[in-house]
């Protein structure tokens, strides 16, 4: 037991920056007035009729995949994750988890921002159990203001944090069902506000050889008022489908392909797709494609597998294209399951 709690404490140590939760923040006298801000500008029937349907969220860091495997597969994952890492993506698969398993990524975001995440999961008689932390931290940066464009000297930087509680269960030998609730925060340095969060999932296995079909709701919550203007969470609808066209996972060799389309409440509806070839069951090579995104393509990674005496250890890494940003993201996932 004492080695188990080494395990996640050195895993979790890994993960997290101290600059994420570490800043001296202003009184309101030193704020004065928040300026204003104004709402999307249609200019067109056109455009009207195209952003009816969309609208403002906040909490944006939700929408960003910290999972190495996940990212050098599109994020077409839904119907894929069979391990901690699904819990972001879809909680129904964390029950094919054996016994006990800690995972954490790392993710160097564009402009300067980091992201990281951490679970600790469980399989007992009733259900699979985990617990999930996730931070997203900006670059810092110097304050400007409509006085003092050119800076006011004070240097800042936005976080946000979420943690949550996730139950899975396998209802028969082809359903599964999760939820994950969370306490999620975004902090902007100025105000900090927080809300409550739910995702749903189901993972279902078809029949016809190993496809399956993966289902989940995610971001549900309810809005905040703050300054003025309406904070919402980024509902996400995710439908996807995998299966193995070659071999069997666990086999000497497999490849496994996925398709994914995300509807969210603030943007037009998106697709995903990815492969996964896995070889002897230690080597993964993966390729992903994200379509409809403004500044998101491909994506590539590797991971591997080394079986222990009683302990498996994985390690994830992932490469994904973003030139209009200016900055190409690389992820690293480390787990361990015992």
Known sequence: MLKRFLYIGVLAGLMLPTSAFSQDRPTNA?????????????????????????????????????????????????????????????????????????????????????????????????????????????????????????????????????????????????????????????DLFLTSYSSMDFDFGTLFYTGYRSSRLGVSMRNLGNEKTVIGQKARLPVAFNMSGAAEVYGYIGDPLSVTLAVEQVYYTDSETKYHFGAEAWVQNMLALRAGYKSGYDNESWSVGAGLRYKLREESIKLDVSYSNANELEHNPLRISLGMAF
Do not use: C
């Open 30 to 186: 030193q704020l004065g007035a928040f300026p204003e801000t104004k709402g999307r500008v249609v200019n067109d029937m056109q455009d009207l009729g195209k952003f009816a349907r969309i609208t403002t969220t906040s909490y944006s860091f939700l929408k960003i995949k910290a999972d190495a495997r996940s990212a050098a597969m599109g994020d077409a994952y839904a119907a894929v994750g069979n391990d901690l890492s699904a819990l972001f993506v879809n909680p129904a698969g964390i029950t094919h988890i054996d016994r006990y398993e800690i995972s954490s990524s790392y993710l160097d975001w564009v402009v300067g921002s980091q992201m990281g995440t951490f679970a600790v999961g469980a399989k007992t008689g009733l259900a699979t159990v985990a617990v999930n932390f996730a931070y997203f931290v900006t670059e810092e940066f110097e304050e400007t203001s409509s006085s003092q464009p050119g800076g006011t000297g004070r240097m800042i930087r936005g976080s946000d944090t979420a943690a949550g509680i996730t139950i899975a269960k396998q209802m028969t030998d082809k359903l599964s069902v999760g939820g994950n609730m969370r306490w999620v925060k975004e």
